[in-house]
């Protein structure tokens, strides 16, 4: 029976909203990713309310917030922080960086050299960092939502393969349809601006603990077992598609799995179900498949080789 997880997803719905318009499957994946204590990729072009997603977000769950902005010349400890020697003491004290957060928004992620960005690596494995051979825990909602721009590529890096597993989920953030853009001008017209979210008035959560607690619930939910074999089935196709270069791991078991768990919770289920599992399979997926030269030459595409993979699994009854 759940408890917390409706009362906590209708009041940040109900906030959301009066800086968000649409994008609801959008805002329903990264609840899903932060439910299920995981990170996220968020891919859009400029404009399409990425970083204001984020922040409303943050201020909805009285998180603390942070954003860093990738560039070729950031360097890991603009990320994790640096020993400052006090001149006062004569001892060297940390001066924590921007990863000492909750919500950690990195912006433009792709645009920063393998180096830098694997200095979020171990920050998002084990929510801890290192910094001069000392380890330090970070805050327990420690999340990661990262932005990058689909359609530029001069002055970018790729995300590793490895980093790209870390991301519990990637989502795609596309145009708004017209009657929403229609009322998204209309709001700014009106004197909405995002760069004075205070002027909306959000109201945080009331509880302070409620995303633990709403974590604990998708935590305790148990799955069947034919929902289990259903999603063991979908990651094993991926092995041996013949558009697939190389397949999804077993972590990409244990993300469908929780993913389609946390899902489950946000709509009011205490139990996940097949449904759940397709709905999350393409954020889950995505990134975590690489397709052959050949076919990415013919027009192939993760997610249409997703759909099809989940077009040949039979759906547990």
């Given at each position: 029976?759940?408890t917390?997880?409706?009362?906590?997803?209708?009041?940040?719905?109900?906030?959301?909203?009066?800086?968000?318009?649409?994008?609801?499957?959008v805002?329903?994946?990264?609840?899903?990713?932060?439910?299920?204590?995981?990170?996220?990729?968020?891919e859009?072009?400029?404009?399409?309310?990425?970083?204001?997603?984020?922040?409303?977000?943050?201020?909805?769950?009285?998180?603390?917030?942070?954003?860093?902005?990738?560039?070729?010349?950031?360097?890991?400890?603009d990320?994790?922080?640096?020993?400052?020697?006090?001149?006062?003491?004569?001892?060297f004290?940390?001066?924590?960086g921007?990863i000492?957060?909750?919500?950690?928004?990195?912006d433009?992620?792709?645009?920063?050299p393998?180096?830098?960005?694997?200095?979020?690596?171990e920050?998002?494995?084990?929510?801890?960092?290192?910094?001069d051979?000392e380890?330090?825990?970070?805050?327990?909602?420690?999340?990661?939502?990262?932005?990058?721009?689909?359609?530029?590529?001069?002055?970018?890096?790729?995300?590793?393969?490895?980093?790209?597993d870390?991301?519990?989920?990637?989502?795609?953030?596309?145009?708004?349809?017209?009657?929403?853009?229609?009322q998204?001008v209309?709001?700014?017209?009106?004197?909405?601006?995002?760069?004075?979210?205070?002027?909306?008035h959000?109201?945080?959560l009331?509880?302070?603990?409620?995303i633990?607690?709403?974590?604990?619930?998708?935590?305790?939910m148990?799955?069947?077992?034919?929902?289990?074999?259903y999603?063991?089935e979908?990651?094993?196709?991926?092995?041996?598609?013949?558009?697939?270069?190389?397949?999804?791991?077993?972590?990409?078991?244990?993300?469908?799995?929780?993913?389609?768990?946390a899902?489950?919770?946000?709509?009011?289920?205490?139990?996940?179900?097949?449904?759940?599992?397709?709905?999350?399979?393409?954020?889950?997926?995505?990134?975590?498949?690489?397709?052959?030269?050949?076919?990415e030459?013919?027009?192939?595409?993760?997610?249409?080789v997703?759909?099809?993979?989940?077009?040949?699994?039979e759906?547990?009854?």
């Amino acid at each position: 029976m759940l408890t917390y997880t409706p009362v906590t997803v209708a009041h940040i719905l109900n906030e959301i909203r009066k800086t968000i318009v649409g994008q609801d499957h959008v805002i329903e994946q990264i609840l899903v990713a932060l439910f299920a204590e995981g990170h996220a990729l968020i891919e859009g072009v400029p404009g399409t309310a990425k970083t204001l997603t984020v922040k409303t977000l943050a201020e909805i769950l009285g998180a603390g917030f942070s954003r860093i902005q990738f560039t070729p010349d950031l360097m890991p400890s603009d990320i994790t922080g640096t020993n400052v020697f006090n001149m006062q003491t004569s001892q060297f004290a940390l001066r924590q960086g921007p990863i000492f957060t909750d919500i950690l928004l990195a912006d433009e992620i792709n645009r920063t050299p393998p180096k830098t960005q694997a200095a979020l690596l171990e920050a998002m494995e084990e929510r801890q960092t290192t910094i001069d051979g000392e380890s330090y825990r970070l805050s327990p909602m420690f999340t990661v939502l990262a932005t990058e721009n689909p359609i530029e590529y001069e002055g970018t890096y790729p995300l590793p393969e490895a980093q790209l597993d870390r991301f519990l989920l990637k989502i795609l953030i596309d145009y708004p349809d017209q009657a929403e853009e229609e009322q998204i001008v209309a709001r700014w017209d009106a004197g909405f601006d995002s760069h004075h979210l205070e002027r909306e008035h959000l109201q945080p959560l009331p509880e302070g603990d409620a995303i633990a607690r709403c974590r604990m619930e998708v935590k305790q939910m148990r799955m069947e077992a034919g929902v289990q074999k259903y999603i063991v089935e979908i990651i094993r196709k991926t092995r041996n598609h013949p558009t697939i270069l190389y397949g999804a791991s077993p972590r990409a078991s244990v993300a469908l799995l929780l993913s389609s768990k946390a899902l489950a919770a946000i709509r009011g289920r205490d139990f996940p179900t097949p449904d759940d599992v397709r709905d999350v399979a393409l954020p889950v997926l995505r990134h975590r498949l690489a397709l052959r030269a050949e076919a990415e030459l013919e027009g192939a595409t993760a997610d249409a080789v997703i759909l099809d993979i989940l077009k040949t699994v039979e759906i547990p009854r």
